[in-house]
Structure formats: C-alpha cells, structure tokens
C-alpha cells in the first residue's frame, strides 16, 4: 500500500533537503543574531528529518521514522538549554551578537 | 622419612622470618637462640634422612613439593634430590651451620642489631640448603643467587663502615659476574639436553660423544660460575676483603659452606665433565694456579683472617684441581675435611680477635697459649690438620689429592706438593706469631685478655675432634681399610678415576711429606719463636718478592687499572657525550620544537565562532568532494 508520502518522487524530497540543509548552514554561518543562527541549526536538523521520513518511507521499513522522533525529542531537550543559555548571556553582555562572544581564544 | 625433606630448609626459613619480624620485639637473648635451635633442628632431620639414605637408598629419591614453573613443554617443579651426594652436604652445612650459629651467641655478644644478624645467617642456611637439594639446575640456582645476596648482607654487616660496604658490593659484583657465567651454562644446558632436572640432563648426556663442543661450552660457562663462588683465578680477590663481615661469618660462608659451592656444583654434573676431558684440564690448572699463587700470598700477610682467608682461597684451588684430574669423591673428601678444619681455625681466629678486643694484626699478638688454654689446643689441632700431619683429617684428603694428581701429571703434582709445603709454612707462622713469644699487644689489651665462654668454646671443641678423627672415612688404601667415603658416594658418580697409585709411592708420599713437616715445623718455630723474627712494621720497608707478595701481586691494582678505571672511563664519556650531548638533547629537543610550533599554532584559535564554523563546512566540503573522486 502506498503512502500519501510516495505521491511525491524520491528526488523532490533529496532536493529540497538539500536546499533547506544548505539554508541553514549558510545561516549559522554568516548570520550575527545567536537566535537567528540557533534556527537555522534547527532548519538543518529537520531538512535532515524530513530525509528520514522519505527514505523510511519508499524503503518500507519504520525504523527510521522511529529515530526521527529520538530526533526530535533531542532537539527540544536541547532547545531548552540552549535558549536557556542564551537568556544568561543576554543577562550579562546584554546582547546576542556571537561575533561578541570570542574571549575563548589562544 | 625422605618425604619430609622439605622440613630442613624449612626450619631455617622459619627462623628467619620469626627473627626478621619481631626483631627488636624479640628479647635481645632469644634472636641467637632461636636461630641455632632451628638450624639444629634442620641438622637432626638431616641425619634421620642420612641414616636412612646410608641404609638403603641407593637409590635416589625425588621430593616434589609442587609446580613451580610450568609454561608450554617446559615443566620445572620445585623439588629436592635425595641421593648420597646431597645428604652429605646437608650433613656438612647443618652440622657446621648449628656449631657456628652457637659460638655466634658468644661472638656477638658485644653487638647490637642481633636480630638483623642471625636472620641473615638462618636465611644464608636456608638458601644454602635450597642450593644443594635443589633437583634440577634451576632451584639450585635459586639457592646459589641466594647465598650470594646473605654473603653480601653479612658481609657488609658493619654498614657504617665505607670500607665494609665497598668490599660487600666487591663480593657481589665479582660473584655476579661468575653467576652470568653459570646462568649461561644452565641454558645451554636446556638448549642440549632439553631438561633442567638433573637426572634428565644426566641420562642424556650419558648417551653423547666425548669432547662434543656443546658439552665442553658447558663445562666451562659452569666453571666460570664457581670460579666467582668458590675464589679461583681471576675471581677471587673478593675472598680476602670478604674478611670485612663478622668472623663466624666468615667460618660459616667463606670457608666451610658457600665458597664450596662450586665444588658442589662441578661434582653434581661431573657426568658433563667425564665428556670433557678438555674443560677438566683448565679446571684442573686454573686449581693449580689459584692454590699456588694463593698460598705465597698467604706468606707475607699479617692479618690472622687475612692468611685464612688466602689459604681458604689455596685449598679451594687443591679441590679444583681434584676436580680437574677426574677425582670427584676426593675432591668432596677435602671440602668436608676442610669444612671441619677450616670452620675450626676460622673460629679460633674469632676466639683469639675476641680475646685481643677486635685485634686483628699478628704483629700486636703473641703468647697467647696460657690465657686461651682451649683455644690454643684446638687452634693447634687445626693448624695441624691443614698442614697435614697425620693422623688428622686434613692429612689424608691433602694426601689423596696429591696421589691422584701425580698419575694425571708429575708436573702438577710437583707444583700442589710446593703448595703444601707453603700452607704448612704459612700456617706454622701463623700458629707460632700467635701464641707464642712474648705477648706484643698494649698494656690495655693485656689486661681484658680472657677465654672465651662456653659457647664459644663448645664449637671449638667439637669441630677440633671433628677435624681429628674427620679423615677416618677416607683411608687410602695401603692400609687396607675400606674406604667409606668413595663407597658411599659410588652410586652418584659415573666414571671415576679409580686408578690408584702403587703402594710404594704412597708410603713414600707419606713418609715425604711427615717428613717435610717436621722440618717445617722447627724452621718456622726457630724463626719465629726462638729467633723471634717479626713481620716488617711497615710494608713499604720489604724488597722483591717480599714486596710483591705482600701487596697480593697487586691483582687488585691491575684490576683496578685494567677493568675499573677503563669502566668508569667509558662510563663517563658515555654519560658526557652520548646520553648528555645527544639523547637529552634528542629528548629536550623534541619538546621545545612541539613547544615553539604549538605557540604558532594557537593563533589559529581565534575565538571567532564564524570562523571556526567556516572552516569546518570548509572541511566537510572537501572531505565530501574526496570520498566522491576517490
């Protein structure tokens, strides 16, 4: 039986998670805003997810949409601490610039 | 009865572990009583087993006391050997060791650290034994590593003095360097004959051709092994300096057990040496040598455990050449004889140094016979026997020797017969500069001159009668009187050298060499008594062969000269140029050149997360585009 996933071909999908990988790469690496790039980190992990869904999907076998779930529960555990951080550091620098974040240095 | 065999080294064990713990828990009299109760504990066993080995047990019984080490084919179990060879040792260092450990108790009385000093000795009697029931090469090797490491410990006894301790660390090095050689030959050993256990090695080589280079290559590494332990050419200027350590030390281990062990070893493989006529022959003459030499040295010196310690050194050589001429029953005959008489004199010697407050120098004694009535007797009876009067035991072992020699070689009978000839001069002086004339020591030492006590004394007597009737069970064969030494042993020997010499020559070497003795006697005792010649006050007075003598030929130079200073030479230019000029450079150098390339490198650390993540989409990118060409 065919899911309502198949009605688009394989390719559409490789494609546009590539496009949306690519998007946040780009993002996390010449954006400023820690939030901004804190998304486009997130944009990677979907495009990513989606790929998983696809392939779970036209290969027949659920594993890989069970991982995207792990995928995902990781991803708001790890939301939760990183916006958690970001408040603290806009607390004490008073801006979320990580061009102003680099005392860890030499 | 054989079963419990392991109960002799056992005893001596426990000694040492009960002394060596609770040392100075222990009250100060206990520690000597304990060890000599244990080592007499060890000598009774010994002489049940004996008893019992001489009934029946031709035999030989085989004790395993469990599996010792066990890897692939090769299998060595830590066990004993029962035969006539080993009970007769055991008797000898049980016998001996129990009288030594109870003249100690009177010897040291003076001492501090007794604990320290009789859990060595009980140790050294531990090992001893170890070394001479040890089944196969391995366990007597044990045994034979052991004995060197109490002889460098009681050696050095006196720690405090730097003197004391170079000529323990001398004992040891030179010991060490013999042990390499015997190391060798026990894996050379295994490498023939596929086995360490005695009987194995001994049934196969019983099978192998004469003169087989293996067999020969063995013979000697062994003998390179007991020249370090028994004090022969070129190893044995550690015996004379061993001198440092306590006198029953010397006694007990470098005169009448240790030192003797290489005679052990060589008459415990004589099957090795049967094949070998070759090795025999340099066995024999490096004896030669070592008993010749050893003697004129014993000549000119002037300190009483010197002159023993150098005719121990001489005597050692006599058994060698025994050895060396196929005589191994003879060879045993005189390191029991000599165990007795030799422990005897040594013990005198520790009596009279006693007396005389720690004196060691011939020059400051003198007259001493009426204030050491027993000393002097039983000094004289063992002056007597190493000079070989008969009937004492030293006679007939010394004489047995020289009748074995003389059919090897006329030439090296005639340079051993010299050498008794120098033992009895050496020894005559010795007996007459101590006790007799006039007494030459201050007025302190005059005044604190005693007998020694009871315990001292008891020993004395004992090995005096010992080394009375001690030649009995070697009577040479003129007097048709079994000879129960060469019987009792004829079981653990293979092919012996049963030729014996006519019985004219006999008589004659005996009425030769009475004769030759008395004559040395009034020599000596006119040169020394009578016109009271001393010994030069100061060495550097003497002239030529005097001279030469007195300084030990200056062996200890040349070694110094030869082998020391080269060493510490090459030592030094080792460390100067080769580990301080380039392995530390090497070494130093790799962490400075990391050191400066890190402090370059770590201005790539930015701090810039931009950069950093470029750089690793740059990375990814390009391992990405690689595994794609690739």
Redesign the interface.
């Known amino acids: 039986m065919n899911s309502i996933l198949q009605v688009i071909p394989l390719n559409y999908y490789v494609a546009l998670a590539a496009i949306l990988f690519s998007i946040g ?1 780009m993002g ?3 954006r ?1 805003n820690a939030i901004i790039v804190f998304m486009c980190i997130e944009l990677m992990l979907n495009a990513v997810n989606m790929l998983l869904t696809a392939f779970s999907t036209y290969h027949g076998d659920a594993s890989g949409q069970v991982m995207v779930f792990f995928i995902m529960a990781v991803a708001a555990a790890e939301v939760a601490v990183g916006l958690a951080i970001l408040v603290m550091i806009y607390n004490n620098i008073r801006t979320v610039d ?2 102003e ?6 | 009865m054989v079963q419990f065999a392991w109960l002799i080294p056992m005893f001596p064990l426990l000694g040492f572990l009960l002394i060596g713990l609770l040392n100075k828990r222990l009250p100060v009299s206990l520690s000597g009583g304990i060890a000599t109760l244990m080592v007499f504990l060890s000598f009774v066993v010994s002489a049940v087993i004996f008893r019992e080995v001489a009934q029946d047990g031709s035999v030989p019984e085989r004790v395993v006391l469990f599996d010792w080490i066990s890897v692939g084919d090769l299998s060595i179990p830590f066990s004993f050997l029962i035969d006539r060879l080993s009970v007769i040792m055991l008797m000898v260092v049980t016998g001996v060791g129990s009288l030594i450990h109870l003249y100690s108790i009177g010897y040291m009385h003076h001492e501090q650290d007794h604990p320290r000093y009789f859990s060595y000795l009980n140790l050294f009697v531990f090992f001893m034994l170890l070394l001479v029931l040890g089944s196969n090469y391995i366990v007597m090797f044990v045994g034979w590593e052991g004995v060197g490491l109490c002889s460098y410990l009681l050696i050095g006894f006196w720690f405090k003095n730097i003197d004391y301790c170079n000529a323990a660390k001398k004992a040891f090095i030179m010991n060490r360097i013999g042990d390499l050689g015997l190391l060798l030959g026990v894996l050379l050993i295994y490498n023939t004959f596929g086995s360490f256990g005695f009987r194995e090695v001994f049934e196969a080589a019983r099978n192998f051709p004469e003169n087989s280079e293996a067999v020969t290559a063995i013979c000697l590494l062994l003998f390179v092994g007991a020249m370090g332990k028994s004090a022969q050419i070129p190893l044995y200027t550690w015996l004379p300096d061993a001198m440092a350590g306590p006198t029953p030390v010397s006694a007990l281990i470098h005169a009448a057990t240790m030192v003797t062990a290489g005679i052990y070893m060589v008459v415990r493989s004589n099957v090795l040496y049967v094949l070998s006529p070759g090795a025999s022959e340099i066995v024999a003459l490096v004896g030669l040598a070592t008993a010749f030499f050893a003697a004129t040295i014993g000549l000119k010196q002037n300190d009483i455990k010197k002159v023993l310690a150098y005719s121990t050194v001489s005597q050692l050589g006599y058994m060698f050449v025994a050895l060396g001429v196929g005589a191994y029953q003879t060879a045993l005959f005189h390191v029991i004889t000599h165990a007795f008489f030799k422990a005897l004199l040594f013990l005198g010697a520790g009596s009279v140094i006693h007396a005389m407050s720690g004196e060691q120098d011939l020059r400051r004694m003198g007259g001493l016979k009426k204030v050491l009535p027993i000393t002097h007797a039983t000094f004289l009876i063992g002056t007597l026997a190493i000079a070989g009067l008969p009937p004492f035991a030293g006679f007939f072992s010394k004489d047995e020797i020289l009748a074995k020699v003389w059919e090897h070689s006329p030439i090296m009978f005639f340079v051993l017969a010299v050498t008794s000839v120098l033992t009895a001069v050496y020894m005559l002086r010795l007996y007459w500069l101590t006790f007799y004339g006039e007494f030459r020591g201050t007025q302190h030492q005059k005044q604190h001159l005693h007998e020694s006590p009871a315990t001292m004394t008891i020993p004395l007597v004992v090995l005096a009668v010992l080394s009375t009737i001690g030649g009995f069970i070697g009577m040479p064969e003129v007097f048709h009187t079994p000879h129960y030494l060469n019987e009792f042993l004829a079981p653990v020997m293979w092919k012996v050298n049963h030729h014996s010499a006519s019985e004219t020559f006999e008589f004659l070497l005996m009425g030769i060499s009475l004769a030759l003795l008395l004559i040395i006697m009034f020599a000596t005792y006119n040169t020394y008594v009578i016109k009271n010649v001393m010994p030069e006050e100061n060495d550097k007075d003497l002239q030529g062969f005097a001279k030469l003598v007195a300084n030990k030929y200056y062996v200890d130079e040349i070694y110094e000269a030869l082998i020391t200073k080269p060493l510490n030479g090459i030592s030094s230019f080792v460390y100067k140029f080769i580990d301080q000029g380039f392995i530390d450079k090497l070494v130093n150098g790799t962490g400075t050149s990391l050191n400066g390339l890190s402090g370059v490198l ?2 790539v ?6 950069g950093y ?2 750089s690793m ?1 740059i990375g990814i990118i390009v391992i990405l585009v690689l595994t794609m060409i690739l």
Request: proline share 0%; aromatic share 16%.
């Open positions: 790469v996390v690496m010449f400023r990580i061009n974040l680099n005392k860890l240095k030499w | 770590r201005f650390q930015t701090g810039n997360i931009g993540i470029f989409v």
